[in-house]
């Protein structure tokens, strides 16, 4: 399933921004690159500190380090454009599908880029909410054969390596920013069975990584997130860009020299124009969240500083890793607001009879449901209805018969109704609760 496009709002926010922070210069918005212009540039995020804020600038969404062709045609070698499933939890209809691609690995090293591939995506998982909800996820591996190990720029910036996908450190003159070849990339993603985002790793033990967002116009996923491959550092880099396009979150950092916020209120559900007082009269953002104790620290309220402004503009929480990548705790907000994105791309609940045909009232109707064990912040609450009204003595199970929960026998047809709805205590909105929910219904003969 498609990851929903970013907003306009903050498209352009993002773009104009991405402008700004690295020349200093200030340019119209109209100019702002995007993919797939004549300027041929897009908008990144980095992090030059393993521990410390993000930055924008735009790059070339081309690489000068990427191979013409596949090495497997250049030397004897396996698996260029294979696909393997690192976890495949149910079908791509259903879940959120990320796509691992390896670069900067041989055809002699593709198992290591498998194992690489795993170990990234058990630590990214490792990281709430993305723990809880791995089981909405299908995550597939696609192996690109280069000619050379390594990347470009590893150690230093005189180093160069014929890659796959060119993927290489010193991007704009910025160590470490690891910019990929957007078109290469998108030639391997496309061999997976379905792709809403894409993690590309680096073959490298060198702190380094970046985030194209917003790309789903051109690419047909929204984004690419790059990292180095043994650096333990960089899966924070992943965790924080995948939070753009899942949760369509705002960064909370702020430039100095940024000044105030010029804009509307964002659209993003962890930046506001609202001070707490404000927030909580209007019921709106983050106001179910203020006063709480959060994951990442202290309590939640307004802190004035985000979305790149200095002033008028207020995140949930003094850090998170939204801020900068010291922490790896989403707060309150965030965390609602991903748990909200997964489930725009993903559905708990699966039929696994087909409800167009109309079925008897003998006939076993089962459903799947995406695994996300109990201990863990999802709680999926599974519930049947015949004709609009709750069969209590189904609820949780997964298979029953129409008779048996009280379908009718006569000429008049009935309905009968699986409906998931995930009572997690990280959701707190009407609207999210909502979006945790899915449901199928049957017509039963009588
Ligand atoms: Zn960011």
Not at 128 to 145: D, T
Not at 376 to 393: F, H, I, K, N
């Amino acid at each position: 399933m498609h990851i929903r496009v970013r907003g306009t709002a903050a498209a352009t926010a993002l773009a104009l921004a991405a402008l700004l922070p690295a020349t200093g210069t200030v340019a119209a918005a109209a100019d702002a690159p995007t993919a797939g212009q004549e300027s041929g540039r897009v908008g990144v995020e980095y992090f030059p500190d393993p521990r410390g804020e993000g930055a924008r600038t735009d790059v070339p969404a081309t690489s000068p380090h990427a191979q013409s062709a596949p090495a497997s045609r250049q030397r004897t070698g396996p698996g260029d454009g294979e696909v393997v499933p690192i976890a495949e939890t149910g079908s791509t209809a259903d879940r959120l599908d990320v796509t691992i691609i390896g670069d900067g690995y041989t055809a002699a090293q593709q198992e290591d880029f498998l194992a690489d591939a795993r170990a990234k995506w058990n630590a990214v998982t490792d990281i709430e909410p993305y723990k809880s909800y791995e089981g909405l996820f299908n995550v597939w591996a696609v192996q690109a054969v280069s000619q050379d190990s390594g990347v470009t720029g590893d150690p230093t910036q005189d180093v160069t390596r014929n890659t796959a996908l060119g993927s290489y450190f010193y991007c704009d003159e910025i160590e470490r920013l690891i910019c990929v070849d957007l078109d290469k990339t998108k030639s391997y993603a496309d061999r997976a069975p379905a792709t809403d985002l894409v993690i590309v790793v680096s073959n490298s033990t060198k702190y380094g990584g970046a985030g194209y967002s917003g790309l789903a116009g051109d690419y047909g996923y929204d984004g690419v997130s790059t990292l180095s491959s043994d650096n333990a550092q960089s899966t924070l880099i992943a965790a924080h860009e995948m939070a753009h396009s899942i949760g369509l979150l705002a960064d909370e950092y702020q430039y100095d020299g940024y000044g105030a916020y010029p804009g509307d209120d964002p659209a993003a559900a962890n930046v506001s124009k609202l001070t707490a007082d404000r927030m909580a009269a209007q019921g709106t953002k983050w106001a179910d969240w203020l006063g709480e104790t959060d994951p990442s620290g202290g309590v939640v309220d307004t802190f004035e500083g985000g979305d790149y402004y200095e002033y008028g503009i207020y995140r949930p929480t003094a850090n998170s890793i939204m801020r900068s990548l010291n922490t790896d705790q989403f707060n309150l907000p965030g965390r609602e607001a991903m748990i909200a994105g997964f489930y725009r791309s993903a559905n708990a609940l699966t039929p696994l009879a087909d409800p167009a045909t109309r079925t008897s009232r003998f006939a076993r109707l089962s459903v799947s449901l995406a695994t996300l064990p109990t201990g863990t912040l999802a709680r999926p609450q599974l519930r049947w209805y015949v004709d609009g009204r709750e069969a209590r003595q189904a609820r949780g199970r997964t298979s029953i018969v129409p008779a048996a929960l009280g379908v009718p026998s006569g000429r008049r047809a009935h309905t009968v109704t699986a409906k998931v709805v995930d009572m997690t205590v990280a959701v707190r909105s009407a609207e999210v609760r909502g979006i945790t929910s899915n449901s199928v219904t049957w017509t039963v003969k009588g």
